[in-house]
């Protein structure tokens, strides 16, 4: 499939390390965060979700962290796999059915 | 459970043409979200429906306009082709959570 993300940002991570993707959102008053994996030539993919009351959130293998202080979230998966390559995104949102906005994005790339 | 389904996976367009794009939603899911995605960027938000209504639309031209069916499917439609609307649109359902889940695309080439 074609490129999602040509000159983005790229993290290189030996397999079975821990990787740790960061995202600066831009609304202050965003309530609701989600990050995507969209792999080649595919749709995002929901991994994690954290609403503005909570700073950090577990789900399996994926930990999201969010500092409302500084506009920062990121994104931490133990044990990459070298199925977890893929460009990732951080989306904000008001909440509700509102417009995601996404972030610049993220390749990362697991090195077997 | 069909996870949200858009048709066609491929589409090629010269410049001036018009072009439809489809999407189905997760089941239970009674709200579309368009984006459109060009190389390298993130996905930038079109416009929304829900309850076959346009409830709220980005910053895109009128050429770009859209339904919502009874069955909560949706058209994305786009006039008088450009060649920067060469990329991948997405479709994203959701219901009252708000969790957008996204189907594969439908990349647009337009020559």
């Known amino acids: 499939g074609e490129s999602v993300g040509l000159h983005l940002p790229t993290l290189s991570v030996q397999e079975g390390d821990n990787s740790i993707i960061n995202c600066a959102y831009s609304?202050?008053?965003?309530?609701?965060f989600i990050w995507y994996k969209q792999e080649s030539g595919k749709g995002p993919q929901f991994i994690i979700d954290?609403?503005?009351?909570?700073d950090k959130r577990q789900g399996q293998r994926v930990t999201v962290l969010l500092n409302k202080t500084v506009k920062h979230l990121s994104l931490q998966i133990a044990a990459t796999q070298p199925g977890d390559s893929a460009v990732y995104f951080c989306?904000?949102?008001?909440?509700?059915?509102?417009?995601?906005?996404f972030g610049k994005g993220t390749r990362l790339s697991v090195i077997a | 459970d069909a996870g949200v389904t858009q048709s066609p996976t491929h589409l090629i367009k010269t410049r001036g043409q018009q072009v439809t794009l489809r999407c189905s939603p997760k089941?239970?899911?009674?709200?579309v979200s368009w984006y459109q995605q060009a190389l390298g960027q993130g996905p930038q938000f079109i416009f929304q429906?829900?309850?076959?209504?346009?409830?709220q639309r980005g910053n895109f031209p009128d050429r770009f306009s859209g339904h919502q069916f009874p069955n909560y499917s949706s058209e994305l439609n786009v006039n008088a082709l450009l060649l920067g609307d060469s990329a991948l649109y997405l479709c994203?359902?959701?219901?009252?959570?708000?969790?957008?889940?996204f189907g594969p695309g439908t990349r647009l080439t337009v020559l």
């Open positions: 994203a359902s959701s219901w009252d959570t708000g969790t957008q889940y």
């Open positions: 609304n202050s008053a965003s309530d609701y």
């Open positions: 954290i609403r503005s009351n909570m």
């Open positions: 989306a904000e949102t008001l909440g509700g059915n509102t417009p995601l906005v």
């Open positions: 089941s239970g899911h009674d709200t």
């Open positions: 429906y829900y309850e076959e209504e346009e409830r």
